[in-house]
């Protein structure tokens, strides 16, 4: 164990939250709890297919809740996807929204909620704690295992004019209560389930080494580290698996819980630029980058990779140097088996292209609690090893 | 760890300042305090203001006024209807408004009832409905305001305006009120018809297009009555010149006024203008200033034509004795007539002149009453309506008085116009005639002036609706009349009174009821026979010179004294002149043997014609006076008893007239026709 406990001030938030098999069945209780009488449900066409909607829709019924749905949402969310979600709120006179789907709908979700409350535009709120109005009551289903957005304070949108993923950080919207239903992630294919899985991983590594961590954030942040380790394999192969799955949404709840009080680092940062840019899939980027920022940050946080090589099942005899190695190894082992094989150069980046990503990426929140500072120098050189 | 950067870490750990989760805390706290004060503001209120339920009408809400309206101690939403807090009367009311309460248009309701309220007894109350949606879900709002209060100073006030209007109502004269800025705020009846507007078309004009006037003098645009300079006139009267145009283009002449309304503060805010139709004591004005104007004419026209007739008496008695004295050609004879033509007219002229002003028209020759009477009547007859009966009762023996008979045939006409009106049903005139003797002791000698002696009393009675007791005194005063306004002048009876005093008579008034009138009328009475007497035409080619006689010529105008002296000089008259009176008395003393007639001039200096006439007869009561006048005054010939008179001989006169005044007078004229035979 390190011995160098951070005795600064802390904060811990997290949503009420309910957690287990068929917690979904619960969203017209919840949603009548809060208030609600008329929801604009937002969700996406995958999930409407899959029929979780159905799901959701009947349980509201049963509390007389009338709901309307939005489903224009894209992977990436978009800022004009949050005004015309929030024209759609107004126009129907609802008083709440509930979010079912992945980290796209949830986001969305909280940009239309922070629009219905507050003036001007959804970009006019990017940073942290720039909302001083908050929302309506915002209920989120995920149905995924890896984005946390229903228990964290952030929302990534895509800014449609500028390329670029906006990152809005604020208590505001946390959601009022999160409905985590493992049964629901049955429905995602074994690719999704990989990315989303090490998206989970990222978030659980990075809050681990954030220099923002702290007691509370460490318990979630390295029993979701050993929970991806042990179960997501299982859950690629085993799609139907549900103790598998349970265990992934619980370490992405977990690991929401950390991030989302203790923050994260650079590779959030890096991935944020380059899913703008590229529009690419936010785990599959998380995940080819983890391994080369660890890399960089290993002499910045030894003592917390040394627990996380405990959570990865190392050898505790292992020194420096070989630990570096064994957890670069060990990450890009669990790629290679969940078939997230592509660099950043078979996704497309070329390398004219990372003095923009760098830029872009020096300037987000995320990289503030790396802890290893990192200057535009060095994430080009990250980007590159990547490609 | 990047210190660069302090503020924004320490917003990640969650240590901002607004690092908060959802909190509603604040805008929760903000909306209550914002209720709550709504609800003290509400509770304020003395209105009573509830949110009830659509269509139930439970209350919803309410404030304190509310509860204490309805006596309700403590409010429980939905327990109470407003039904069953409200008068059966309304009910009615109100449920046919819910009916309709709910179409497009959302027509509040608003009724006022009696209420009787447990707590607050009897009251008047407005009760308001109207229907509100809040969250999609419709309510009406109930408003009730107390009117019990405002009812009471509504009714003072009502009854305040209402004496006011009384007041100005009663008002004889017309009375319009402005505001400031001269619009009319109250207008009186009597102000209405003078101004020929109604009360709708009045109210709210400005003042000067209602009330329109022009001065009289010339019809110019009065200065502003009301307005001097923007500000109201302190005070303001104008004089009696101004005439109102109403609307219907009617003239009226008008005295009005004006003043001020102040404030209690003294400050003007409007303006009260009183006036009166004051058209008929301006029409009599008038009658008064032309009859005062014509008897000034008369009095210059008189004077006038005295001087006039004198000099024209000596131009035609000069040229008559031209034509007749020498053997003139016939080129001069031409001429000698045109003189005489000429100066003819320009008598005639003077005559026009006499009668234009109403003076010397008083022929004076004896009439007989009952022809005179007799032709009036006959007259009135064809005029007067057929329902009204004549009767006539013409007893008197002696009926000749002196006088004109056009003047006293009108005279008998004015009191039969009078009786006519007097009658518009129709009834009786009665007319009679016949002779007394005024003593000195009798009422008609006394204070009518009647100096004793015969006269003849004529009677003209009617059976209509008699002279009204407040103008019986003045009945006999110009311009006063008991007719409509429009219908008589007022002229008619005092014309009569003027008459009756040009015979040197006396009128009373015997009797006036609702069953009638009498008139009594004295007119002095003179020989029959002189009547009778008829003038004669004389040609002169046929006179015949008298002999031996000799007339006193007195005449103070030298060139009528000569022309008389050579005219009776050329008839076979020996002739006497004097220059006055007082030289007549002395020849007349000196000669008074040998003269056989006097021919007295009326208008004289140093003695006039009357004294001198008196004195001759002092001296020889059977002395024969012819009296030569062209014109003399009212008085003058009032007080001279002209039956004494031997003859009156007009000027200018004629050779032949002189003659036949001569042979008029009785004494010279019996001896001259037996000189003749």
Redesign the interface.
């Known amino acids: 164990m390190h011995t160098t406990v951070s005795r600064?001030?802390?904060?811990?938030?997290a949503p009420e939250f309910i957690f287990g098999i068929g917690a979904r069945m619960k969203a017209g209780v919840y949603a009548s709890n809060l208030g609600m009488s008329r929801v604009l449900l937002v969700t996406d066409p995958g999930i409407v297919a899959a029929g979780w909607l159905k799901d959701v829709q009947n349980s509201l019924r049963e509390e007389g809740i009338k709901s309307t749905v939005f489903s224009k949402v894209s992977p990436n969310p978009r800022d004009c996807e949050v005004m015309s979600g929030m024209e759609q709120y107004r126009a129907s006179?609802c008083n709440g929204i509930i979010a079912l789907g992945g980290g796209s709908p949830m986001d969305c979700a909280k940009g239309i909620a922070i629009m219905v409350s507050n003036p001007g535009h959804i970009l006019d709120y990017e940073g942290?704690?720039m909302i001083?109005?908050?929302?309506p009551p915002l209920l989120c289903i995920p149905t995924t295992s890896g984005t946390a957005a229903d228990v964290s304070q952030f929302a990534i949108i895509l800014d449609t004019s500028e390329h670029n993923k906006i990152a809005i950080?604020s208590?505001?919207i946390?959601p009022?209560v999160s409905l985590v239903d493992p049964e629901i992630t049955v429905s995602m294919n074994p690719f999704l389930t990989a990315c989303t899985g090490m998206d989970a991983m990222t978030h659980a590594v990075e809050a681990a080494c954030s220099?923002?961590s702290s007691p509370v954030t460490d318990l979630y942040a390295y029993h979701a580290i050993e929970l991806v380790a042990d179960n997501i394999k299982n859950a690629v192969e085993n799609p139907n698996d549900l103790n598998a799955r349970y265990n992934m949404s619980l370490a992405s709840l977990e690991a929401g819980l950390a991030f989302s009080?203790a923050?994260l680092g650079a590779v959030h940062a890096m991935a944020h630029s380059l899913g703008g840019f590229l529009d690419l899939p936010h785990g599959k980027c998380n995940a080819i980058l983890l391994p080369h920022v660890m890399d960089f940050n290993f002499q910045s946080a030894v003592e917390c990779f040394k627990k996380i090589g405990e959570k990865l099942k190392l050898s505790p005899k292992l020194n420096t140097k070989e630990l570096r190695r064994e957890l670069m190894q060990t990450v890009n082992g669990f790629n290679r088996k969940l078939g997230i094989t592509d660099t950043l150069g078979d996704m497309g980046v070329k390398s004219s292209d990372i003095p923009e990503l760098a830029e872009k990426a020096v300037d987000d929140?995320c990289l503030?609690?790396n802890p290893r500072?990192a200057g535009i120098r060095d994430l080009e050189s990250i980007y590159e090893e990547a490609s | 760890m990047d210190n660069s950067k302090p503020n924004l870490r320490d917003k990640i750990l969650g240590l901002g300042k607004n690092s908060l989760r959802k909190s509603y805390y604040l805008p929760l706290r903000e909306s209550t305090e914002g209720l709550q004060r709504y609800k003290a503001l509400l509770d304020q209120t003395c209105d009573v203001i509830c949110l009830l339920e659509l269509p139930s009408l439970n209350f919803i809400d309410m404030n304190q006024s509310a509860q204490n309206f309805f006596d309700i101690d403590e409010f429980i939403q939905g327990k109470f209807n407003l039904l069953n807090k409200i008068g059966s009367d309304c009910k009615k009311t109100i449920s046919a408004w819910i009916d309709c309460a709910f179409d497009e248009r959302n027509i509040p309701l608003r009724m006022n009832v009696k209420h009787h309220s447990p707590a607050l007894g009897s009251r008047d109350i407005e009760l308001n409905l109207s229907r509100v949606e809040f969250s999609k879900v419709d309510y009406a709002v109930c408003v009730i305001h107390d009117m019990t209060d405002y009812r009471k100073v509504l009714d003072a006030l009502s009854q305040s305006e209402e004496n006011l209007r009384i007041t100005l109502n009663s008002i004889g004269d017309a009375v319009i009120a402005t505001d400031r800025n001269g619009i009319i705020t109250r207008i009186n009846p009597v102000a209405l018809e003078l101004t020929g507007v109604t009360l709708p078309e009045a109210i709210g004009q400005p003042l000067n297009k209602i009330f329109i006037t022009v001065k009289s003098s010339d019809r110019r645009n009065p200065e502003d009555l009301i307005f001097s300079n923007t500000n109201i006139r302190h005070f303001a009267t104008l004089d009696n010149h101004s005439i109102l145009i109403s609307k219907d283009r009617k003239e009226y002449h008008i005295a009005e006024s004006s003043s001020p309304i102040k404030d209690d503060n003294g400050k003007i805010v409007g303006s009260v203008l009183t006036f009166r139709d004051i058209t008929l004591e301006h029409e009599l004005e008038n009658k008064l200033f032309q009859s005062r104007k014509m008897e000034s004419i008369g009095q210059l026209a008189g004077g006038i034509a005295h001087d006039f007739n004198n000099m024209l008496t000596g131009i035609l008695a000069s040229a008559d004795l031209l034509q007749k004295k020498i053997d003139i050609n016939e080129s001069a004879e031409r001429l000698v007539t045109i003189i005489i033509d000429s100066a003819t007219r320009a008598a005639n002229l003077t005559q026009k002149l006499l009668a234009f002003a109403q003076k010397g028209k008083l022929i004076s020759q004896p009439s007989c009453i009952h022809e005179i009477i007799k032709n009036a009547t006959s007259m009135l007859g064809s005029s007067i309506d057929k329902r009204i009966d004549i009767k006539m009762a013409l007893d008197a023996d002696n009926t000749c008085v002196s006088g004109d008979p056009g003047q006293l045939t009108n005279m008998l006409l004015n009191l039969g116009v009078n009786s006519r009106d007097a009658m518009p049903e129709g009834g009786r005139i009665f007319i009679s005639t016949r002779n007394v003797n005024l003593s000195e002791s009798c009422p008609q000698c006394g204070f009518m002036g009647l100096p004793p002696g015969d006269y003849l009393k004529l009677q003209f009675g009617d059976t209509g609706c008699g002279i009204p007791s407040e103008i019986r005194d003045r009945v006999f005063d110009p311009f006063v009349t008991s007719k409509p306004i429009g219908s008589g002048t007022g002229m008619g009876l005092a014309a009569v009174y003027g008459t009756v005093k040009d015979h040197s008579g006396a009128i009373e008034i015997e009797n006036s009821s609702d069953k009638g009138t009498i008139f009594n009328i004295y007119l002095p009475l003179v020989e029959q026979n002189s009547a009778a007497n008829s003038s004669k035409t004389h040609n002169k080619s046929e006179c015949t010179l008298p002999q031996h006689e000799c007339v006193l010529i007195i005449e103070d105008e030298e060139v009528i004294r000569l022309t008389a002296a050579e005219i009776l000089h050329e008839l076979g008259y020996k002739v006497i002149t004097a220059c006055d009176g007082i030289d007549g008395i002395e020849k007349y003393r000196d000669h008074q043997e040998q003269i056989s007639a006097v021919i007295l001039d009326m208008v004289m200096p140093r003695m006039n014609g009357r004294e001198c006439f008196q004195r001759l007869k002092e001296i020889n009561p059977e002395v024969k006076i012819l009296i030569s006048s062209g014109f003399t005054s009212e008085e003058a010939m009032r007080n001279l008893n002209i039956d004494n008179a031997a003859g009156f001989l007009k000027k200018p006169f004629t050779i032949t007239e002189l003659y036949e005044a001569m042979l008029s007078t009785s004494g010279i004229s019996s001896e001259k026709e037996n000189s003749h035979k």
């Open positions: 600064e001030l802390r904060k811990f938030l006179d942290v704690d001083s109005m908050p929302g950080i208590k505001a946390v009022d220099n923002a009080n923050s929140p503030l609690t500072q």
